[in-house]
């Protein structure tokens, strides 16, 4: 569906719409005129700012079934009715003033964002977009501005946490702009040191400086025609900063040991996780430049700001760890609360290191909350333990005991090396075996039991039930 900033007036060409058309028009608006026939035609394409319907030239009937056709479309009545729909936002009096105008209007204008309808993207827009997958507000609003400000070239500065994504939200805005054909060059201004900065940025002439054997392009010039995304721009020196405002300015500079002025036709998405008004307090950061990168902000929320989105998320991590071929796991619901309580100060990047990590342990496994990390768990949920029979036990015993691995030392007093010929009581001599062994390991680990149970190789429950089925005690 189209997106029109018309009015849409509904009538015949009465003097009363005609002095109305007259106004607009002096407000600087843009009109259109249709008939009630052809008004559902249109209005089934294409949004309009706003639409007025003129109840002099239509009936009720014909009010009701324009307005319930397009309910995310504002309306507003030329005459009195009440209670023909919810998008009825109010009624346009006579004598028409302005104040009474702009007002209706700017009630038009909020309720079109809040009653924004599905727009059908692009494969490129969806396939960026996945990226920032979510219904909670802090999201939705955050893909609209990208939406409002990627087709012009406005400088956009993208605040937030570590790990919310601002790279990807810079990929968008390039990727849905007028420059998607052209390179998308990020620099990380927080990892280049502050005396190759410069060169980084704007290139050099061969011989400017100790090294320099060539003459090479910077970043500006490599991102010609595209977008430069300067990420951590307040890790930016004092002195990098001067010279970046003047390239904002006047969208020219020079290499370094140059003289050549280069033109810069480029778009500047910058980024940082820092509160760069107080910087600007501290004098850390220059005022001047904050403003010229601070044309379109976009704040990104924290992911403890969004816990709603933990489920989509973890479908698309998965997703992706899966498509790059390196395993699938899935999360039982109890393990996805959990996650749903943890104060992700790591944001997306920590969850995406989680479901990676998951997926090494736990290939093709479903997880549970007792196999997230001990500090994920917010849950309390008893583990299971497998209980094993005694049968199955003294099968282990028995095969334990005639393995190829190094066969056990037996006492000899106690168990004869050869079997008698008036034959033993099996179950008896297993059972003499296990007390024997088990005190051994408790007198050898000081009577710790959880020591023992582990130099047994079993679980400590199982040393504890044992010891319990033969009477032992610690002592």
């Known amino acids: 569906m189209q997106t029109d900033q018309r009015i849409l007036l509904v009538g015949n060409r009465t003097d009363r719409l005609n002095r109305l058309s007259f106004i607009l028009e002096f407000l600087g608006e843009q009109l259109d005129f249709c008939g009630a026939d052809s008004t559902e035609a249109r209005i089934s394409q294409t949004r309009y700012r706003a639409l007025i319907l003129d109840l002099s030239e239509l009936s009720l009937e014909q009010v009701k079934a324009i307005a319930a056709k397009a309910p995310w479309q504002p309306v507003l009545l030329l005459g009195e009715a009440d209670g023909l729909a919810n998008n009825l936002i109010g009624v346009v009096e006579e004598p028409f003033n302005y104040p009474q105008l702009t007002e209706l209007l700017h009630f038009c204008q909020v309720f079109g964002q809040m009653k924004r309808p599905d727009v059908p993207t692009s494969g490129n827009q969806t396939k960026l977009f996945r990226s920032l997958v979510g219904r909670s507000d802090g999201i939705v609003n955050v893909r609209h501005l990208i939406n409002q400000v990627a087709p012009s070239d406005a400088t956009v500065l993208v605040l937030g946490q570590s790990g919310t994504g601002k790279e990807v939200v810079a990929r968008n805005i390039h990727y849905l702009s007028e420059r998607r054909d ?3 060059i990020p620099v990380n201004c927080g990892a280049i040191p502050p005396e190759l900065l410069e060169s980084e940025l704007f290139g050099h002439e061969k011989g400017s400086f100790t090294g320099a054997i060539s003459s090479r392009k910077g970043r500006f010039e490599l991102a010609e025609g595209g977008t430069l995304f300067l990420d951590e721009i307040g890790d930016m020196p004092l002195a990098m900063q001067v010279k970046l405002l003047r390239v904002l300015q006047e969208r020219v500079f020079e290499r370094v040991g ?20 107080k ?55 109890r393990a996805i609360e959990s996650l749903k309580e943890h104060d992700w100060s790591g944001n997306v990047r920590e969850l995406s290191n989680l479901v990676e990590r998951l997926t090494i342990l736990y ?34 015993a028995l095969a334990s005991i005639f393995s190829d691995d190094e066969p056990v030392e ?13 034959g033993v009581n099996l179950k008896d001599l297993l059972a003499e075996l296990e007390i024997d062994m088990i005190r051994q390991a408790l007198e050898q680990q000081d009577n710790v039991v959880a020591r023992a149970a582990e130099m047994l190789g079993i679980r400590r429950t199982t040393l504890v039930e044992k010891m319990r089925k033969y009477g032992m005690s610690k002592e």
């Open 410 to 422: 037996l006492p000899e007093t106690r168990f004869p090396s050869e079997l008698p010929p008036e």
């Open 258 to 277: 140059g003289s050549k002025p280069i033109q810069a036709n480029v778009r500047v998405v910058a980024a940082t996780h820092r509160d760069l008004e």
């Open 363 to 396: 290939p093709g496994g479903l997880v549970d909350v007792n196999d997230l990390p001990v500090k994920y768990r917010h849950i309390d949920v008893p583990e299971y333990c497998v209980e094993i029979s005694e049968e199955m036990q003294e099968r282990d």
């Open 182 to 184: 052209g390179p998308f």
């Open 279 to 333: 910087m600007i307090e501290n004098n850390d950061f220059r005022e001047d430049l904050f403003y010229r990168l601070n044309v379109f902000p976009i704040e990104m929320p924290a992911l403890s700001e969004r816990r709603e989105d933990i489920p989509l998320l973890l479908q698309e991590l998965v997703s992706r760890v899966f498509n790059e071929g390196r395993g699938k796991v899935r999360f039982t619901q």
